[in-house]
Structures are given as structure tokens and as C-alpha cells.
């Protein structure tokens, strides 16, 4: 059976071009960049010219890209290190507070969570129906222990890319350090770190046709981080362990190879999803969730009204599509997505969502497969629904 | 020119069979282990294999290992989880005690620094000349506010093998949670973490001809550990992230070659090391670094009086032998050996140092021809020292 997969949003398939530039560090060049000897010397100069890659495309110096193990990583690093170096202490009672929006991935508000739990004043701030967050309510938002705020730039679930800019204005302005996770707007979206006025900025290897197990933070010069790896004082000293080269090598190449297609991989992507758009909305009682426009140009996500999202996609999977509920970590819950109950959809309508992301590797006709397939499957499903058969 | 390798305690070449297995899923595979579809459950399936490979190794339950990027991760997770988690807030003023050792890996050392300097109470244990610690000096430093004991299994500088199980008896009577950091042990000597009285214990991929980025934790059921990663509620909700399959496929494969060969190879080892110390120790004015039996089957560490290691070592390069001052991780800076100042040594003794270390892929040869090079580069070196000259 032919499989289309279309949960680019949950992980992506690496570019072979991206594995290629990995092979050599995965066999002969195997070398600890931390060592003197020329197996580290090799090493490091992969270091050195990923980190150079990657700074390039996100417009900052090299010294300011810290290789991590994750996007969650990244995102643990930014808040709590900053919250941490701020703290002087566990025992001061410097308490600091925290903003972050009501639809982060689980990684940024977990984290805030926790600090909250720890002690820390945290604020979660509400979205509009079609998950924006309002740059005022940040502003609003602010007081005088304010430390830190971290809003994503494209949300996960929905795809709704939050105005960036003008949240790090209103932080900037104020003093304050301004993460945002960008793991699912990076190469769809333009990403330039010095124009999106952030101090802080998560990208991901595995959202972007490169490894799992490796991603970047962007740190802003000056900015004061305490590290969540304390030891061998690598990556500046913010993020010890020995270097992932394999993993950085891999992160590089496909941050380079996104970035310098996005001019005609983004128009073909909208395309897609258009279309898809379009041909699923003519199932009754369904909807688009999240922002008609201002959306990432592979995120389709649905509500289908009478059904349930995890039915669904296990229907989906058997005729050869991969799809998801939300994302990806929260698929082995039974929660309901806490971004669409955010978006104001009711605990029946969260739970019959479905999340459609393309990707490099699909094609048109993979687009028509899937456009054919759910209504079927909708259909099928609502055959058997104990809920009113109105559609 | 040819190259030989003899610092496998920095970091190990990828066995192919290693890479073969996890070639997959750097290809086809490239599933979300938490997606429900079917690329989904092919990544799931593999993570729950290699879970039960590393537990059965171990001997311990499959939900007692944690996968995580780094062993440096690890210790910090095993450390400042336990801290976290016993806080109950962060302005509680409940200070713990944590107990380690004076030559622990910077990745241990540094996490309880930073604990210190953020108000806990800390305790540096002494170490004899031989670079072991004494279980009785345990005993003496805990006292009631103590949490956690960290020492590690084996020394990754100069190979000195710990008496884990009589620290872990002692820190079971006192009902203290025990941390040991097995990185450079593992694979060289049993780890059976029963057998060992351990509550936590780390092993690292790249080490034992695995990947870079991966490594596992073992946590005995009832361990309390805060995250240090929060977010999608991974690995038991102890380290979320989306999870490193090959990396993970790699150190579980990497874990069950290096047991299962144990028989075969530590003797081979344990011959060439030793055939490398008799010969070295010719050259006068030498000496044999940690303890004469009590040591990893790999390592030899020297000192050589009248020359800087950080010379011998880019002599030793420009032959064709790759080897290391001390640690990979500090050998980037100038600072003496924290290990080998704790032994006792001055610090132009500490400077004058060189770690060889041997692994599955150095042969007879190999050290022979670094036998003959030794002499020859230090020799060299001592001909242009500006000490007294009466070697």
C-alpha cells in the first residue's frame, strides 16, 4: 500500500542531501571537537562552519548560536536559564514573572508551570479565536518583575503565526528578555533575529528534513543565561556535552537547504494546503481552525463536528495516511488539545480535530488521495456516531 | 601518514554494526515515536526494543531507564532532578546536603557547584593518592540533611575504579539516594545496578562505539526526579523531547555488542594496556598515574616530569597518535587536571600528564609503534625544556 504522510509539523523525513553531509561523522570523522589531535581539529571545523551556517541564516554572530538536544531543550534553556541567572540564589526570594501564551507547545508552558509551582509569578495570556495573541495584552501584561517573555512564532497545532515583531518591540521597549520557539516557523516563515526584535529563538533539526536529537538557540549577546547542562563548558559555556557533530552537520545542511528553497517551496506548499483546504471544507459541519491567512504555508487543521480526532486518523492510517490530532506529543493523551479549548472550541469540537502538514516530499497527488479519502472517512465515522445525524 | 586512535576515552569510533542498525531510521523510518500512525508505531516499537536491550543489560525494569542527549545530561538530570524535586518550591529555605567526590567529571562537579552557589550545602570528598575514595569518608560526611551521593564508577582520567557497591550499601542504610556516573565503566566492567546498591546511574552512547547526542539513565522505581526538560511528558515524564530513535536504536545496539564482547575484549585490553605501561615506564622520570590494578582495562595515564602534556600531545599528533592531557572536555583550557591535583600532584606534575587509551579497534601494532614514540617525543621535548636537565 502507497503511504502519504502528512504530519510534517510532528517530525520530517531527513533531506538525503542533509544525511549525506552527516555520513562522514557518523564513520571515519569521529573525533571529539574538544580534543587537540587531529581527529578533534576535524572535528571542530565542522563545528565552527555549522555554527557559521546557521548563524548566517538567522542573521546573528556566530557566538551567539548555541547547539542544544532539542527544541524542548532550547526552550527549557531560554526561560528557565534566564529565570535561574536572575535568581541569585534559591533562597532570596527574588520571586520573577513570567508571561507566555495560553497555546504554547507543552515544552514553553510546562516550563512555566513549573517555575510556578517553584514559586515564580506566571501569566498565561489568552488568544482570539483564531489563536493570534494581542501584542497589547503583553504590554498589559508587564510589571516591574517581569523577566522574561516567551511567545511562539507559528503555533504548532493550528499554524497561526503570531506577530513576533511587534511582542519584541513591547519587550524591548520595556527591558525584557523576549524567547520565541520559531521550531515550526523556521523555513516557511522568515526568520531574521535582529528584525523580529527577539533576544532569544528556538529552531529545530527534525521539523526541517534534518535529524532528531539536535537544535539551536539563538542567545543575543549579553543576554544572561545560568546553563541547564552544567560541566564541560561547552557551547560558551551555556550547554555542556560533547558535541552531536553528526547532529549539528545535519542541522546545518537542512537549516540551509529550507532556507534557501523557502522561495519555491512555500509557494507550491500554500498551494497544497489551499487546495486541501478547499476540497475538505465541503464535508458539512466541518471547520478551518486557526487563522485563515496569516498561516503556516503546510498547516492544514480541522474540526469535523459529530466525531472523534483519534478515531479518525486511526481510519486514516489504515487507508495509508499519517495524520494527527495535534501534535504529536499529546497524541497518546486523552486530553483535548489545550490550543483549540484556547481558541474558544468546546471540549466535543477540540476533540474531532485533524492536523494535515506537508511537506518537501509530498505531491499534488497526494493532495488529491487525502481530499478524497476524508470525506469517506468522516462519513464512515459518522455512520456509526452516536451523536445527531444531521449532516 | 597512518593514524592511530588511543583516546576512546574521549570519544569512540561508531562500530558499522552500530550504524547499520541505525541507518533506518535515518531513512524510512523517520517516524514521531508519539504519532499514532504507522510510522508512528515503527518508531515507538524500536524505542520500546532498545529499552528493553539497555534495561535487560543493566538488569533493571524497562520504565527505569531514561534516553537522554547526553551523559552529561544525564548527571545533571540525576543531581538537580533529586534537588528540584525535593525543594517543593524554590523560597522554601529547605537547603539539602549532596555529597561528591574531588575528581568527578566536570559534568558532575559543575552541577553541584552551581547547587552550592545557589545555597545548598555540598561536600568535595577527598581521594588517595591512587585517586579512590574511601566508602568510610561517605559515611562520615552524611549527615541529616543530605540527599544525594554522586561518585563515579571509574575515573575518566586516570581509569581508577571506585568501590560503588560498598558507598551504595552505606547510602541504602542511611536510605540516601546514590548516583554514579558508569560512562567510562560501563562496558569495561560489570554493571549490574542491583548488584551495585545504585539508585541512579549513567551510560553514554559515544563511549562505547555508539552516536554523539545519546546516552541513558538508569532511575530506580521510587527515585523522585523534577525534569530537567519539561514538555510532551517523554520517557515517563522525566525528559521530554522527541525522541533521538536512531540515536537510541544505536546505544542500545552499541550496549549489547560492548557486554556481550566483554569476555573476549578486556582481556585483549588489559594486555595492550598493560604491554603500554611496562614500556613507557622505561623512559625516566615517569610515572603511572591512578591505581596499579584497581583501573579500567583501557587506560593508562602518565606523567612525565620536565614537559608540559599539552606538548607531548601535538608532538604525539604530528606521528600519527591521537592522545589527550586528560579529559576531552578540559582539554581545551590550561588549567591542571582537577583529578590529578587531587591525587596529590604538583601542578608541573599535573601539567606533564598523557592519557592513552585503547579501544576495540587498536591493535598489537599500535602499540608498539606508540611504545617507540613515546620515548622518542619526550625525549624531544626534554632536549628543548628549560628545567634542570638530570633525566
Redesign the interface.
Known amino acids: 500500500m502507497k ?1 502519504i ?1 502528512m ?1 510534517n509539523a ?5 533531506d538525503p542531501r542533509v ?1 549525506r553531509e ?1 555520513m562522514p561523522y ?3 570523522k ?3 571537537a ?7 581539529v576535524e572535528a571542530r571545523t565542522a563545528l565552527d562552519k555549522s555554527r557559521k551556517i546557521v548563524s548566517k541564516l538567522l542573521n546573528c554572530d556566530t557566538n551567539e548560536i548555541i547547539f ?6 532550547c ?2 534553556l531560554a526561560i528557565k536559564g534566564a529565570v ?1 541567572n536572575s ?1 541569585k ?5 527574588k ?1 520573577k514573572h513570567i508571561i507566555t501564551s495560553s497555546i504554547e ?3 514553553v508552558s ?2 512555566v ?2 517555575l510556578g ?4 509569578d506566571v501569566t498565561f495570556l489568552p488568544v482570539d479565536k483564531d489563536g493570534l495573541v494581542d501584542p497589547e495584552d503583553v504590554r498589559k501584561a508587564i510589571k516591574k518583575e517581569t523577566l522574561i517573555v516567551s511567545v511562539m512564532m507559528a503555533n504548532n497545532e493550528i499554524g497561526t503565526i503570531e506577530p513576533i515583531k511587534e511582542i519584541g518591540k513591547i519587550c524591548r521597549e520595556k527591558g525584557i528578555y523576549f524567547h520565541s520557539d520559531a521550531v515550526q516557523a523556521f523555513g516557511k516563515v522568515p526568520v531574521d533575529v535582529k528584525d523580529l526584535n527577539v533576544d532569544m529563538l528556538t529552531i529545530s533539526g ?1 521539523k526541517i528534513y534534518g ?4 537544535a539551536a538557540l539563538y542567545v543575543k549577546r549579553g543576554t544572561k543565561l ?9 557551547e560558551f559555556g551555556v550547554r ?8 549539528i552537520v545535519g542541522l546545518a545542511k537542512a537549516a540551509e537547504l529550507i532556507v534557501k528553497s523557502m522561495k519555491t517551496e512555500v509557494p507550491k506548499l500554500t498551494k497544497m494546503r489551499d487546495k486541501l483546504i478547499k476540497n475538505i471544507l465541503e464535508v458539512k459541519n466541518s471547520r478551518l481552525n486557526g487563522h485563515p491567512t496569516k498561516r503556516l504555508c503546510n498547516n492544514a487543521n480541522f474540526s469535523f463536528r459529530f466525531i472523534e480526532g ?1 478515531a479518525l ?2 481510519l ?2 489504515e487507508m495509508g ?5 495535534g ?7 486523552l486530553e483535548p488539545s489545550h490550543v483549540l479549548l484556547a481558541t474558544g472550541l468546546k471540549h466535543g469540537e477540540a476533540h474531532g480535530s485533524l492536523r494535515l502538514t506537508l511537506g518537501r516530499f509530498n505531491t499534488e497527488s497526494d493532495v488529491d488521495f487525502v481530499s478524497k479519502a476524508i470525506p469517506k472517512a468522516v462519513k464512515k465515522l459518522r455512520g456509526i456516531s452516536p451523536f445527531k445525524k444531521d449532516w
Not at 509551582?117 to 515564580?120: N, R
Open positions: 503511504k504522510y504530519d510532528g517530525t520530517t523525513q531527513i544525511l552527516m557518523l564513520k571515519e569521529y573525533g571529539n574538544s580534543s587537540i589531535h587531529s581527529f578533534g542544544t538536544g532539542s527544541g524542548t531543550e526552550n527549557n535561574f535568581m540564589g534559591m533562597f532570596s526570594k520571586k507547545h507543552h515544552c510546562d516550563t508551570k513549573w509551582k517553584m514559586g515564580h527534525h535529524p532528531k536529537g539536535v545560568d546553563p541547564l547542562l552544567h560541566g564541560g563548558g561547552h555542556s556535552s560533547t558535541e552531536n557533530i553528526a547532529g483519534e486518523n486511526i486514516l492510517d495516511i499519517a495524520a494527527s490530532t501534535s504529536a506529543c499529546s497524541s497518546t493523551t
